[in-house]
């Protein structure tokens, strides 16, 4: 038996008509004149694509085809049914494709993926788009540099405090020096830990 594949499918499953003893004819395209120059020796199609409405006349050895997702309405019914074709399909194999493809589909159009990739796709490749994309580039490449000097400043802030609670000198490598104005009474947040880089100001 001779087997058209109209549409590309998995290599596992080539092999495994292969090993049923098929011989399995890949389509190189699916347009419709090579669909039906290839038809015209295959006893059975495996499509995924609209067949031709003239497709059993132009493949009269066919058989049998099949579909390999949900629905018939890829095979012309009519012309089957009156070249007594049979016609099979595959409902609820591909469901998570198609859950996946919703779900996807949804998220682009919540963000608006759709216009930025079509603005990206005929935007210029000259100097001025180069330059557009290495600020972009910068733009966020600055963004980390910033957050780490925001939460270094912020950490400095709370050794200055914390060291004006107890009247110590807060000094840190790379940063600025923070010295409260001395206090004569020690106070209970400093550690007594003789280890503790927090002394009390005399």
């Given at each position: 038996?001779?087997?058209?594949?109209?549409?590309?499918?998995?290599?596992?499953?080539e092999?495994?008509?292969?090993?049923?003893?098929?011989?399995?004819?890949a389509?190189?395209?699916?347009?419709?004149?090579?669909?039906?120059?290839?038809?015209?020796?295959?006893?059975?199609?495996?499509?995924?694509?609209?067949?031709?409405?003239?497709?059993f006349?132009?493949?009269?050895?066919?058989?049998?085809?099949?579909?390999?997702?949900?629905?018939?309405?890829?095979?012309?019914?009519?012309?089957?049914?009156?070249?007594?074709?049979?016609?099979?399909?595959?409902?609820?194999?591909?469901?998570?494709s198609?859950?996946?493809?919703?779900?996807?589909?949804?998220?682009?159009?919540?963000?608006?993926?759709?216009?930025?990739?079509e603005?990206d796709?005929h935007?210029?490749?000259?100097?001025?788009?180069?330059?557009r994309?290495?600020?972009?580039?910068?733009?966020r490449?600055?963004?980390?540099?910033?957050?780490?000097?925001?939460d270094?400043?912020?950490?400095?802030?709370?050794l200055?405090?914390?060291?004006?609670a107890?009247g110590?000198s807060?000094?840190?490598?790379?940063?600025?020096?923070?010295?409260?104005?001395?206090?004569?009474?020690?106070?209970?947040?400093?550690?007594?830990?003789?280890a503790?880089?927090?002394?009390?100001?005399?």
């Open positions: 038996m001779r087997i058209l594949l109209v549409d590309p499918i998995d290599r596992s499953g092999a495994l008509l292969a090993e049923r003893g098929a011989e399995v004819i389509a190189p395209d699916g347009s419709a004149p090579t669909v039906r120059r290839l038809a015209r020796t295959a006893d059975a199609l495996i499509t995924r694509s609209k067949l031709p409405d003239d497709i006349d132009a493949a009269p050895n066919v058989c049998a085809v099949t579909i390999h997702g949900t629905g018939t309405d890829l095979v012309p019914l009519a012309a089957a049914d009156a070249h007594a074709v049979a016609v099979a399909n595959l409902p609820g194999e591909n469901a998570r198609v859950a996946e493809y919703c779900a996807m589909a949804m998220l682009m159009l919540a963000r608006g993926i759709v216009p930025i990739i603005r796709a935007a210029p490749v000259g100097r001025g788009a180069r330059a994309r290495r600020r972009a580039r910068n733009r490449d600055d963004r980390r540099p910033r957050r780490r000097r925001r270094r400043f912020a950490a400095c802030a709370y200055s405090a914390t060291a004006s107890c110590c807060a000094t840190g490598a790379g940063s600025t020096a923070f010295r409260p104005k001395p206090s004569r009474r020690r106070s209970s947040a400093c550690s007594p830990n003789p503790s880089s927090c002394s009390p100001a005399r």
